[in-house]
Each structure stands twice: as C-alpha cells, then as structure tokens.
C-alpha cells in the first residue's frame, strides 16, 4: 500500500487523525499548566502574603513593646527631683539616674544603649555604655523628633557603631506637662532578623527580608556581618522604595526569577519582601502538566489503530469514484464508475454517474451559451465587471478598461481601482463605503459620480451595483461625462451673463437672499452696490459695440478685483452692475469698497481714454434702508440716481429709513 499522503486517502486519514491528536494534546497541556500555573502563582502570593503581613504584625508589635518598656522608664525618671535642672549646662544627673538606665538595659537585651539627653542642646546627660555622656545629639532625627513625642527613627546605619540600628525616643515631662530631658535607646536588630527568619508558608526556596530606603539590607534569611552593609535591587525593591505594595513575577537581586510580594512600611521607612522561586512554586503544574500529556498520547494511539482501520473500509469505493471523476475530469464523458455497494457509498457510485450522464447534456448547452455571452460582453460599449463581496475583481470587459482606464491587472480589487481613479483620500472612502452598502441591498440606486482617468482627465460615471448568485455581484457602468458637459453648459448660461461671465439677475437674487437670510439669523449686515458706467451710451455710440463690450467685459474683471471672493458681482443688464457684501458689521465697513470702485473704473488713461470714465455708485444696506430684496435694490438705484444728478463719478448712501424727510424749504 502507498503510503504517501498525497497519494493515499488512508495515510491523509491517518496522518490528519494524527496531527489533529497532537494538536489537541498540545493545547490540552498548555491549558492545564498555564491553568496551574495561575492557580499555584495566586496561592503563592497568598501564602507569600500572609507570610509578610504577620512579619510585618510581629514587628510592629516588637515595636510596640520597646516603645511601652521605654515609656515606663520614662515615668521613673519624671518622678526623680533633680531632673528638673537637666536643663543647666551645668547640670550633673545624680547616680541614681544612670543606676535606672543600667537596671533598664539589663533587663532588656533588646537594647544596646538607653540614653538620657538634655532638653535643649541635645547633649547626652546619662548613657547606659559610660563612654557616651557628654556627647551632643542635636541633629539626630531621634532626639528632633523625640523632642515632640513618642517616635520611631527607622533603621540607619548609626555614626557611632558603623551598624544599623533601630532607635526608639519620647520625651520625659513632669505632670504639668515641662519637657524636661529625652529619653532614646538604640535597639539591636537581631529579634527583627528572628522575625524575618521564620520560613512558616516560604517552602524551601522562599525567604523574607527588610530593605531601608537607601536599598541597605536590614535582615534576611542568610544576612551575615559581611552583608549588613549591602545594598540589593530589583524590580520589587524599587517599587516599595517608591512607596508601593503589590505583587508580581520578577527577577531578584540574584536574577533569579521569583514569585514575590512587596510592601512598603511607612512608619519604619522600610520595605518588607517575600520571594520564592518560580521554579518551586509552578512544579506541580508541570507535573500535571506531563502526566495528562502522557495519557492523552496513550490514548491518541489506541484510537490511531482505530482510524487506519475505518479508513481502509472506506478507502476502496471511494478510490473506484475517484478513479472515475479522474477520467471524467480528463474529458471522458462517457466513464462511469462501479457500484460495489449498497449503503451510502454506493448511493454516491450512482449518484456519480447519473451527475455525469447530466453533465454531459449541460456541458454543452454551457459552452455554447458561454459563447454567446462572451460576444456580448466583449462588444458592449458599457462598463461590466465581476466582483465578490471582500471587493476582489474578478473580470472586466473591454468597456469596463476603457471607461476607467484601467485593466484588470492594474486594479486587481475595487480598493486599487479608488486609488487609481481618486486622488483624494476623501474621495476613496466615500467610493468604497458606498460600493459597500449597495452590496448589502437586493436593489440598490444608481450613483453618478466624478473620477480622473488614467490620461489625467476628469471624466462622468453613473454606475449600477445587481447581485448575482453566491457571493458575486455585476457592476454595470456607463460613461456620463458628455451629458454632465452639456448640463454644466446650460446651467452655467442660465445663470451667468453671456457676455462678461457674472452672475446674471436670477443668480444675483438668489444670492441676495441667502446673504438676507444668513444676515437675519447672525444680526450682521448687507451691503448692496448699485453701479452704472458713467458715459457708457456715448463711448458705444462714438466707438462702436465691439468696443463698448471691451469696457464691460474689463468693468466685470475690475469689479471683482475689488471684492472678497465671499461677495458677489453681478450684471443686471446693459451698463449696470450690482456687488453683494454679506457679513458686515456695520455700514461704514461698506464705504471702503465703493470707494475703491469708484477710483477703479475712473481711470482716464486706460485705452487712451476711451474706456473708464467715471461710474455712479449707490449704496443701501440692510437693515438700515431695506427689510428685502425689492426695497434694498429700489433705495440703492435711486442713490445711484442721486450720484448721477450730482455729476457723476460720485458713491451716494440712500436715506436711513428712520432719517426724516426735507419739509422742501430747507
């Protein structure tokens, strides 16, 4: 038998089983270790947790009983008479005051020095080791702060011993409240390293140790004299030197990786840490982890011998099938193939056969249908292209590249095709959205739209999105640039002047009333300018037409040199112009601009004369001298009369609607 697995169903079936058994093993494993790898990593941060947070209770209660002792001290020595002068420079405690200091520290092996200093200066009165009297202490933090009241300095490494210690102070005061002396004692760190030993829930690998604010290592497992001064980092050791408490996997000062969790003690100045390897603490999900992995492949196996032998049942008749669609495949319509069973795999030998006895009738109605559809397509004028829903082309006709200018090569899906004909990325989007939306409907509209052809024109498309069966869908195109040419034509001439290109009446009283209605709702003004050419009908007469067209033509090129591209130029007919200044503010903003049209169509020079001499301007605004376009065109005319009257060449402004009228005798 062949066992290659491009040439044998069985060995596929087999090596598919097989691959797929692995596949499922492998996940199965990574599941459970990753899922006992996170169950054991919470209980180590629990275990290692709790471990800290009672280091951290023994401490503070450690703490607490040094603090107590040292408060009963104090109480003796506020009863002793001559206290009172510790004050004096010249003060000498008594021996019954070093006598309670030494009974003190012999009582307590906590403590390695009990000291009595002088309520102001700092000087140390009375120290339980004979050599400390007589010292000063006015800069230490625990006499500063014992000063206030009962206070902890954390650890620090101690200037007179070069060792860290621990050092606890509170003032001595009489009953009326007189601070009398301060009362301190060092305290040896060696019950702290007790605390910090206990290996209660650290397992084998696990330790605790304290770390000051300067990264010193106060206490470990293994801290030994060498190692009191030394400093330790890590990730979890600058997080709590940064004032935090947490937990998380890391590296350890040994670049180890542990499992640890950190906390930040703010009334000793101290972080506390509790590590243990990861190694350790995720073993028994590795060991899980491989056990199921063992018996999933025991089991894969079994089933394996299984599988080899259902698929060689299988194998035969679908092998004499396969034989069969082979030939048909090659072109042989007339193969049919043996039915060697009774059950659902012979059900498909007949089925096989009776496809191919089918096939063979369609095959050619196909090809000469294919023909003549093929015909079609290719001599359509008309766009037609083949897509699926992702957006991938699957053909185009000849039309569809000459439309675009682009062949199926060049724009493989209807995102390259955007690329290619649209410029603008905003352009893109709005295609391609909108192909996608008429995708999703049964009958969606046509769409006209505007794109640049490969020659760099810019051409008209109106396009038609049909769906086919399956996932395809027909895309129907037709060139529209010549009649979106024609209609650009004849709006353009319905709304602009023949001669000079501006606007024409209708146009100007469109945007006359946009301006009016715009100006209402923001409480701004309209200007309008009335203009005529002064001596216009002379200069035609004398000249000729083809001259005095020149003038209004040059008059249109003058005016809207003189405005914002905002404002509108308009030609009401014959010599008379009209310019529209929207969004003003007041009317005086308007005088500036008539100003400046009048200086420029008074230019005597230009055509050696014969061209621009003079124009009458007459300026009205809303809402000053109109509510509306009739009454704001009359009241301009007439001011463009009145500049007329008075000689020509001139700007008048019409009457305020609330200005009174001349009684004739003025």
């Not at 290692?48 to 607490?64: C, F, G, H, I, M």
């Not at 403590?111 to 009375?126: D, F, K, M, N, S």
């Not at 809207?560 to 503010?585: H, I, K, Y």
Request: glycine share 8%.
């Amino acid at each position: 038998m062949n066992w290659s697995v491009r040439k044998s169903l069985v060995a596929r079936l087999v090596s598919t089983y097989l691959i797929l058994s692995l596949l499922v093993i492998v996940c199965v494993g990574a599941v459970s270790w990753l899922a006992g790898r996170n169950l054991l990593r919470d209980a180590a941060f629990a275990r290692l947790d709790t471990s800290a947070r009672q280091k951290e209770a023994d401490l503070a209660l450690w703490v607490r009983e040094r603090q107590q002792d040292l408060e009963f001290l104090s109480a003796l020595l506020a009863q002793q008479p001559g206290l009172k002068a510790a004050g004096r420079s010249d003060y000498h405690p008594g021996p019954e005051i070093l006598s309670l200091l030494n009974s003190f520290q012999a009582t307590q092996p906590d403590v390695q020095e009990a000291l009595l200093l002088a309520p102001t200066g700092g000087r140390v009165l009375v120290s339980s080791k004979g050599g400390g009297a007589g010292g000063y202490r006015a800069t230490y933090n625990y006499y500063i702060q014992g000063r206030q009241g009962p206070t902890v300095q954390s650890v620090y490494t101690s200037p007179d011993s070069s060792r860290p210690v621990l050092s606890v102070s509170l003032p001595v005061k009489n009953e009326e409240g007189e601070l009398l002396a301060v009362l301190a004692t060092h305290l040896s760190l060696e019950p702290i390293a007790q605390i910090i030993r206990s290996r209660v829930g650290l397992g084998d690998t696990g330790e605790t140790f304290l770390v000051d604010s300067s990264s010193l290592l106060v206490a470990s497992d293994h801290l030994d004299a060498a190692g009191a001064q030394r400093k330790t980092h890590s990730e979890a050791v600058v997080r709590a030197l940064s004032g935090k408490s947490g937990q998380g996997l890391y590296l350890n000062a040994a670049g180890e990786q542990v499992v640890g969790v950190y906390r930040w003690m703010p009334a000793y100045q101290m972080a506390l840490l509790a590590e243990m390897t990861q190694a350790e603490a995720f073993a028994p999900a590795s060991r899980l982890a491989l056990t199921l992995v063992l018996v999933a492949l025991v089991a894969a196996v079994i089933l394996g011998v299984g599988v080899y032998v259902l698929s060689r049942r299988l194998a035969r008749p679908l092998l004499a099938v396969t034989r069969a669609a082979m030939s048909v495949a090659g072109g042989d319509l007339t193969v049919r193939a043996p039915v060697e069973t009774q059950d659902e795999l012979g059900n498909l030998a007949r089925a096989f056969n009776a496809m191919t006895g089918e096939l063979s009738d369609l095959y050619g109605r196909l090809e000469l249908e294919g023909r003549e559809r093929g015909a079609i397509l290719q001599g359509s004028f008309d766009g037609i292209a083949v897509v699926n829903r992702s957006g991938a082309v699957d053909y185009c006709n000849p039309g569809m590249e000459r439309l675009l200018g682009c062949t199926l090569e060049d724009t493989p899906s209807l995102a390259v095709l955007a690329d290619r004909i649209f410029p603008h990325p905003e352009e893109r989007r709005a295609f391609v959205t909108s192909l996608q939306a008429d995708m999703e409907k049964d009958n969606p509209p046509e769409r006209v739209f505007a794109f640049q052809h490969k020659s760099g024109a810019r051409r008209w498309c109106r396009l038609k999105v049909s769906p086919m069966h399956g996932e395809r869908l027909v895309l129907n195109a037709q060139d529209m640039t010549e009649i979106k040419a024609s209609e650009e034509r004849v709006r353009h001439m319905a709304l602009h002047d023949n001669l000079t290109g501006l606007p024409n009446r209708q146009l100007f009283l469109d945007r006359l009333d946009q301006a009016l209605r715009r100006a209402k709702r923001a409480g701004v003004s309209v200007a309008l300018l009335y203009i005529d050419l002064d001596h216009f009908k002379s200069l035609n007469d004398t000249y000729g037409h083809a001259h005095g067209d020149r003038v209004l033509v040059e008059t249109g090129l003058r005016l809207r040199a003189c405005v914002r591209e905002s404002d509108t130029v308009a030609r009401l007919g014959g010599d008379e112009f009209v310019v529209v200044l929207p969004d003003l503010l007041q009317v005086d903003d308007a005088l500036p601009v008539a100003a400046k049209i009048q200086q420029s169509l008074f230019d005597p020079e230009a055509g050696g004369g014969r061209m621009f001499l003079g124009a009458s301007v007459g300026l009205a605004c809303y809402p000053e001298h109109g509510q509306d376009q009739d009454s704001l065109l009359a009241r301009a005319d007439a001011a463009m009369y009145e500049a007329k009257r008075a000689g020509g060449n001139a700007v008048r402004v019409a009457p305020s609607l609330h200005t009174p009228k001349p009684d004739g005798n003025g």
